[in-house]
């Protein structure tokens, strides 16, 4: 509200993200985090708080008569108050925007209530309200006036994956489990996880941070453009009974899934976290290449379910896929490359004939270990609408016109490779 009142088109996302708060807390910002925001946007806020002895009430007089010299001023003020008069009441941020002499009543916008812009209080309750009382003998008044120093104009606007709006999910996470999930922001994700804390933060750090950072450096340029929350329940038993209970389906795997539509990631994480960087695959896809055909989208993902650290790139390995399709490749049952990149999902998924997911990813393995992964996917995706399977792409990147010679060579080269 002051920042609109100075020209500014900063937003509440920009300021929680200005204040540097955890958003693993799911709460809003407190005092002190209110006034580093209000300094990085570009705001002098004063000394922010004082102390007034309960028996010389001449001190909190003179506390609102500096309140009110600043409005005369034209200078607002955020104050932290108490909600209201009840015993246990929450403390509240709310802009003094005005005084009305003839009335006696403060003029202030509360922007945790509806309608509540220019809201009117008696001076007297105002006053009462006001001090914190932590102390019998010494009260705390707390007020930002919001005098421009160098006022923020505009910013780019913030993700879907904001600070404000992870907080804001992981609030409500929190209201909705209790103590018995550990929370943990991740970004872009929240993680959730019914393991002992510190091993829910191992693998939001060590897996979900591990995977996100070398995905976007070789592939994504965007993040998922809303919040999503990966499930991480500790084993078979935690999987089949709360993926149940949250969304209401059995899963139809016993490692993990991506749901668009619940906006999650349920993996059972005791079968490991191959399936994890599998399946972060899948919404980053979303997000920058939605019409990806599902031979790429699955190919990529798989590629990853075994993989590691190569100069700061995440590597495919050689994976549990390979020997089913070796033997496939020997009885002659691997399709053409032309049929395999024109599937759509239907076909691709539910008339498989047993060898879709492993030569597509034993595909991106090859540009992989040719050094082509990324120069491919980069020109596929510019080259999406004219070549939507990818075939012209392909044919491109390898320098190759004959793709039924190209299989010839890429099933010897897979029948050469090992899996330990």
């Known amino acids: ?18 204040s540097g708060l955890d958003p693993s807390l799911g709460r809003g910002v407190y005092t002190a985090e209110l006034r580093t925001a209000l300094e990085r946007v570009g705001f002098d806020p004063g000394s922010s708080s004082a102390r007034v002895r309960p028996s010389t009430p001449a001190e909190l007089e003179a506390q609102w008569a500096a309140l009110h010299a600043d409005l005369l001023r034209k200078i607002p003020s955020i104050v932290c108050t108490r909600f209201d008069e009840r015993p246990n009441t929450t403390e509240h941020f ?12 403060v003029l202030y916008h509360d922007p945790a209530v509806d309608r509540g812009a220019y809201l009117r209080m008696p001076r007297a309750r105002w006053m009462a309200l006001w001090p914190l009382k932590y102390r019998p003998d010494a009260w705390t008044l707390i007020r930002f006036p919001l ?3 160098a006022i923020e104009k505009s910013a780019p606007p913030e993700p879907a994956s904001s600070p404000a709006n992870l907080a804001q999910r992981a609030m409500q996470l929190r209201a909705q489990l209790g103590h018995d999930f550990t929370i943990v922001v991740e970004p872009p994700f929240v993680v959730v996880g019914d393991e002992p804390a510190p091993v829910v933060r191992r693998r939001a750090e ?7 950072v070398r995905l976007k450096r070789d592939f994504f340029a965007s993040d998922p453009n809303r919040v999503l929350v990966i499930w991480l329940f500790r084993d078979e038993t935690s999987y089949l009974s709360n993926t149940l209970r949250l969304f209401r389906q059995r899963p139809s795997t016993p490692y993990g899934f991506y749901s668009s539509q619940h906006e999650a990631l349920v993996m059972n994480i ?7 960087v599998h399946e972060l695959v899948h919404p980053f896809m979303e997000a920058n290449f939605p019409d990806c055909p599902p031979w790429l989208n699955e190919g990529l993902g798989s590629l990853y379910e075994q993989s590691r650290d190569v100069d700061g790139h995440i590597r495919g390995m050689t994976n549990w896929r390979l020997p089913s399709l070796q033997a496939a490749i020997g009885r002659d049952e691997v399709p053409p490359f032309e049929q395999l990149l024109a599937m759509d999902t239907d076909a691709f998924y539910d008339r498989d004939p047993g060898t879709n997911y492993a030569q597509s990813r034993y595909l991106c393995f090859y540009l992989q270990e040719k050094g082509l992964l990324p120069q491919f996917f980069a020109e596929f995706l510019r080259a999406r609408r004219s070549d939507p399977t990818g075939i012209h792409t392909l044919r491109r990147v390898l320098g190759k016109a004959d793709l039924a010679q190209f299989k010839k060579e890429w099933e010897q080269y897979v029948l050469g490779l090992r899996f330990r």
């Open 1 to 18: 509200m002051g920042l609109r009142w100075q020209g500014s088109s900063l937003d509440q996302n920009v300021v929680f993200a200005r």
């Open 94 to 105: 709310r802009l003094v925007v005005g005084y009305a002499a003839e009335s006696d009543e």
């Open 147 to 149: 005098i421009p120093k």
């Open 206 to 212: 060590d897996t979900v941070r591990w995977a996100v």
């Open 270 to 276: 005791a079968t490991g976290g191959g399936t994890l």
